[in-house]
């Protein structure tokens, strides 16, 4: 492998795996280094909103995705009895602009990222924990002790991204005040949540949204407001969901009883606020390691897959070998995608509040604020966040 052109990936998530399939497709050499020693399966699904498909159909994995998704026909929010507060037509926004959006459970997106990649690329149970650089490239430390080098080295390494610390410094990360529960319901059908509908229930400090994947099953998450550290409740995790939204409209208790309580995961959510600048040199972040979200517009991974068509279309138009010009192209990346994903950042910390008020009064003005929007204006604002 030609290593004064091959980019070194630490990670190898959602991010990781986009990355190399982008550099790849591109006829970039490219080396992907992931901790775990085999890529389980998580529970849970993602939406691929029409920005992210664009993002995929770039590096030629759009179809095979596609393929194992559902999409979303509309999506609307509903207060705690069920009564519509806004809806757009999701449908509808992908056709004007090319391309759907659809929900896959994470282990088929996970599947469709690696069936692109060639043999070698991704490295199973090997860690990166530091890295150099000098005149002629970049070199990574593995966790065994041994060392590789490339001409560029992308920190796809999450919310706790040991590339961003050495970058960056070491800063924890910002805890949003709610805990996400997620599940999935098999073979689960309900008159008012028909396939290609996602639907949010908004109550106070708490949420439920509920999304088909494909295999007749409903995933769903459910938010509440909790503090940090606070860990399982004596009840169990189910439970604990079902008690929270007693009293919510149906089907929200039958999809909760309809999942195996030992598959509803649990998650502490947090984000990062937005900095300057993540790049230096030869090295750059990408997705969470870069711009970490709160998932409540759908976008964190989606944002991911884009950063990894912009970068790895820029680096293959680049001369990987001269330093000048490889800072240049980092510089350009972090510069078209900084503001994007700041936006898209601050807008989710917004709406995650919005979510999560707990006041009986600004609960109804959050409500009657939602009613009065006319479907027009979600549109736009749908149009504008999918476009690139």
């Known amino acids: 492998m030609d290593e004064a052109r091959r980019v070194l990936i630490a990670g190898g998530g959602i991010g990781g795996l986009a990355l190399a399939n982008a550099l790849t497709h591109n006829g970039v050499p490219a080396t992907a280094f992931e901790r775990a020693g085999e890529l389980a399966e998580i529970g849970a699904a993602i939406g691929v909103q029409t920005n992210a498909v664009m993002a995929l159909r770039r590096m030629g994995r759009a179809d095979d995705l596609l393929a194992v998704g559902v999409p979303i026909e509309d999506y609307e929010y509903v207060d705690w009895r069920g ?5 757009w037509s999701q449908g509808k926004i992908g056709r004007q602009l090319g391309e759907p959006t ?5 282990a088929d997106l996970q599947r469709v990222l690696l069936d692109g990649l060639p043999d070698g690329v991704l490295r199973l149970g090997a860690a990166v924990t530091g890295f150099r650089q000098d005149a002629d490239g970049v070199v990574v430390t593995l966790d065994d002790g041994t060392e590789e080098r490339g001409a560029v080295l992308v920190g796809c390494d999450g919310l706790r991204s040991t590339v961003r610390v050495v970058l960056l410094g070491a800063e924890a990360p910002r805890y949003s005040g709610w805990v996400a529960l997620r599940g999935i319901a098999e073979g689960f059908a309900h008159d008012s949540i028909p396939i290609g509908r996602a639907r949010q229930t908004l109550g106070a400090g708490r949420s439920f949204g509920t999304w088909h994947i494909r295999g007749g099953r409903v995933y769903w998450v459910a938010t509440l407001k909790a503090p940090l550290g606070a860990g399982d409740p004596p009840e169990g995790r189910k439970e604990h969901v079902l008690d929270a939204f007693r009293g ?14 030992d598959a509803i995961l649990r998650n502490e959510v947090f984000d990062r606020a937005p900095v300057p600048t993540w790049s230096e040199g030869r090295v750059t972040l990408l ?3 870069a711009h970490p979200t709160t998932p409540v517009t759908g976008q964190g991974g989606g944002q991911a897959i884009i950063d990894a068509a912009v970068l790895a279309e820029s680096l293959a138009a680049a001369d990987l070998r001269d330093r000048d010009t490889v800072a240049a192209v980092l ?3 972090e510069e078209r995608r900084r503001g994007v994903t700041s936006e898209i950042t601050t807008e989710a910390w917004r709406i995650a509040g919005m979510h999560h008020l707990t006041n009986r009064v600004l609960c109804a003005a959050r409500d009657l604020s939602l009613r009065l929007t006319p479907a027009r204006t979600w549109d736009r604002r749908m149009v504008s966040r999918l476009s690139w």
């Not at 659809?102 to 994470?106: D, I, K, L, S, Y």
Request: hydrophobic content about 45%; overall charge positive.
């Open 287 to 289: 997705g969470d390691a």
């Open 102 to 106: 659809t929900v896959v459970h994470r």
């Open 83 to 87: 009564r519509r507060l806004a809806t």
């Open 248 to 261: 919510a409209h149906a089907p929200v208790a039958d999809v909760v009883e309809q999942t195996k309580p």
């Open 331 to 333: 510089a350009a990346y």
